[in-house]
């Protein structure tokens, strides 16, 4: 059975004044029905545009996306229609993504009067379902953006995007515009949907707790491509690239006289535009040798559906092994 989306070797290039933008690049993964690939790096690695790409709000520039085992690479405005009842997209921000001048019933129904499928009355039926089911309350149907906060705010946006009954949906840090403590109810949220209606996500975020909380596989970007993909329980117990171990030894550890393994990461992005051969993290890579700054490493399997794209991954864990042996 094909999995629900597969990407191969996909690339998505911006043109500048200096020559192109590699946002994304060489990117392949296979995703199942059900399941949540975090996606997870630093601002600017590519992983919105990634899910652009996806959805088709951006056009790759070569590679293949396949839906279904359907070839959705290239697919005309019709195609592009009946696309978007099977994938949606749940935005970061929760108040530009709502129109200021739309009551909450207009921004719910605004998929369903597009697709024409429903009657007036069924229509409003289906919205008030909706709100029900993502936890807003009907007296706010006629309420404006403005009117609500945050968590509301977001709640309306999942709402929206599950209108037409989708299959797959792209989450662009959908919490991190919101406090704390409503995070976890939008989070609890998505997962309560995806285990009643079997969504499928790509949960993009720069947030580990959140990524590790909701995620079934992760997948590490870094300058436009992939560093580190792996099982999320996995990656968490054994990471291998320089990158990802540098990322997670970032979280905030909330409990006294714990000491920090990993140092902050020293040295300058390497320039996304035109990069040249070799490793693109190796200006910040404490383990630089030669080969990384002339040869561009490959992403290989370490482990049974853990890749890594690193040519010394072996080496420097050994080697920090040791060093945590002679500390003990």
């Known amino acids: 059975m094909a999995p629900l989306l597969e990407t191969q070797n996909l690339k998505k290039y911006f043109p500048t004044a200096r020559g192109q933008l590699h946002a994304v690049d060489g990117i392949?993964?296979?995703?199942?029905?059900?399941?949540?690939l975090g996606v997870v790096g630093e601002s600017g690695c590519g992983k919105s545009?990634?899910?652009?790409?996806?959805?088709?709000?951006?056009?790759?520039?070569?590679?293949?996306?396949l839906f279904e085992g359907k070839d959705i690479t290239k697919v005309d405005r019709k195609g592009l229609t009946e696309l978007r009842k099977q994938m949606q997209m749940i935005f970061?921000?929760?108040?530009?993504?709502?129109?200021?001048?739309m009551t909450i019933s207009q921004t719910i129904a605004e998929p369903l009067v597009i697709a024409k499928e429903l009657s007036k009355t069924e229509i409003s039926d289906r919205v008030l379902e909706l709100m029900e089911l993502v936890g807003l309350a009907p007296r706010l149907i006629?309420?404006?953006?403005?009117?609500?906060?945050?968590?509301?705010?977001?709640?309306?946006?999942?709402?929206?995007a599950?209108?037409?009954?989708?299959?797959?949906?792209?989450?662009?840090?959908?919490?991190?515009?919101?406090d704390v403590s409503i995070q976890a109810q939008v989070l609890n949220l998505l997962i309560d949907l995806r285990e009643k209606m079997g969504l499928t996500y790509v949960f993009i975020t720069h947030d580990l707790s959140v990524v590790k909380y909701i995620s079934d596989?992760?997948?590490?970007?870094?300058?436009?491509?992939?560093?580190e993909l792996a099982p999320q329980n996995?990656?968490?117990a054994q990471r291998f690239h320089p990158y990802t171990k540098a990322l997670l030894g970032a979280v905030l550890e909330a409990r006294l006289h714990v000491t920090r393994k990993e140092e902050p990461l020293k040295g300058e992005l390497t320039s996304p535009v035109n990069p040249k051969e070799g490793c693109r993290f190796a200006a910040r890579c404490k383990y630089v040798k030669e080969r990384c700054k002339k040869e561009t490493p490959r992403l290989r399997q370490m482990r049974r559906d853990h890749y890594v794209k690193c040519h010394y991954c072996e080496e420097i864990n050994n080697m920090e092994g040791q060093m945590e042996e002679r500390v003990k």
């Open 142 to 160: 006629n309420s404006y953006p403005h009117e609500l906060d945050g968590g509301r705010r977001q709640r309306v946006g999942i709402a929206r």
């Open 28 to 36: 392949s993964f296979s995703l199942e029905k059900g399941q949540t």
């Open 234 to 236: 996995e990656l968490f």
């Open 217 to 227: 596989r992760i997948m590490v970007m870094y300058l436009g491509e992939v560093v």
């Open 92 to 101: 970061q921000d929760p108040f530009s993504s709502l129109n200021p001048r």
């Open 162 to 178: 599950l209108a037409l009954n989708p299959k797959f949906i792209v989450c662009d840090e959908p919490v991190s515009a919101l």
């Open 49 to 65: 545009t990634l899910g652009r790409v996806l959805l088709h709000l951006l056009e790759s520039t070569s590679g293949k996306i």
